[in-house]
């Protein structure tokens, strides 16, 4: 399992924090990946964001999301990286 941070310090949380988690928890669902994937927020985790930037960390990889284009930055940073699972 993968941990997907999106970082909800002052920011961030100015920024739109709140949008992309919603939209991320909502798109984990879908894309049933609750086995593979575990959302989470915390303070601060690193490259400060411009305005309108939310800060998000999968696995080892950070990059910035618009939360307007939440979804679009799921599937090109986080469901491209995934390793299909065989299904019991």
């Given at each position: 399992?993968?941990?997907?941070?999106?970082c909800?310090?002052?920011?961030?949380?100015?920024s739109?924090?709140?949008?992309?988690l919603?939209s991320?928890?909502?798109?984990?669902a879908?894309?049933?990946?609750?086995?593979?994937?575990c959302?989470?927020?915390?303070f601060?985790?690193?490259?400060?964001?411009?305005?309108?930037?939310?800060?998000?960390?999968?696995?080892?990889?950070?990059f910035?999301?618009?939360?307007r284009?939440?979804?679009q930055s799921?599937?090109r940073?986080?469901?491209?990286?995934?390793?299909p699972?065989?299904e019991?």
């Amino acid at each position: 399992m993968q941990d997907l941070v999106v970082c909800v310090g002052e920011k961030c949380h100015q920024s739109g924090a709140e949008l992309v988690l919603k939209s991320y928890l909502d798109l984990i669902a879908r894309e049933n990946l609750e086995n593979q994937i575990c959302l989470k927020c915390s303070f601060a985790i690193g490259g400060c964001c411009n305005k309108d930037e939310v800060s998000v960390r999968f696995g080892e990889t950070f990059f910035k999301v618009d939360p307007r284009n939440a979804a679009q930055s799921f599937h090109r940073h986080i469901l491209t990286t995934l390793t299909p699972t065989a299904e019991a």
